[in-house]
């Protein structure tokens, strides 16, 4: 059973930078597609990154491109997400997620949320404030 377990998120100012890490057990993360997600207080959850299970396919939203960089590393079973230049508006629980599947459809159909990944982690809160 593969469980995702995130780490990273705190309190940070506008301008700021965090690195999230989603950390895999159970299974080798190196079969499964990763999404982050974020859901901010009522609102939608949403798709902003994802990754391949190879890493060769990335996806983000538009609200986050230029800023935020997702990559992994499957010797160390961990999906990570970079992001720099943060903005209050990013404030949310993130959350990341996994999926098995053909690596170009599921990146794409995973980020649009149009495919639900099966396992998720609990999420890290991120805050951006001053």
């Known amino acids: 059973q593969l469980q995702l377990v995130e780490s990273g998120g705190g309190l940070v100012q506008p301008g700021g930078s965090l690195r999230l890490s989603c950390a895999a057990s159970?299974?080798?993360?190196?079969?499964?597609?990763i999404g982050w997600f974020r859901q901010a207080p009522g609102k939608e959850r949403e798709g902003i990154s994802c990754i391949s299970s190879n890493g060769a396919i990335t996806s983000y939203a538009d609200s986050v491109k230029g800023r935020f960089t997702i990559s992994r590393d499957n010797a160390k079973n961990t999906v990570y997400l970079q992001m720099n230049s943060l903005k209050p508006e990013d404030t949310a629980v993130y959350y990341c997620a996994a999926s098995s599947g053909p690596p170009l459809t599921t990146v794409q159909a995973m980020c649009a949320l149009t495919r639900i990944p099966g396992y998720w982690g609990q999420g890290t809160q991120v805050t951006v404030s001053s």
């Open positions: 159970g299974v080798t993360l190196g079969y499964y597609n």
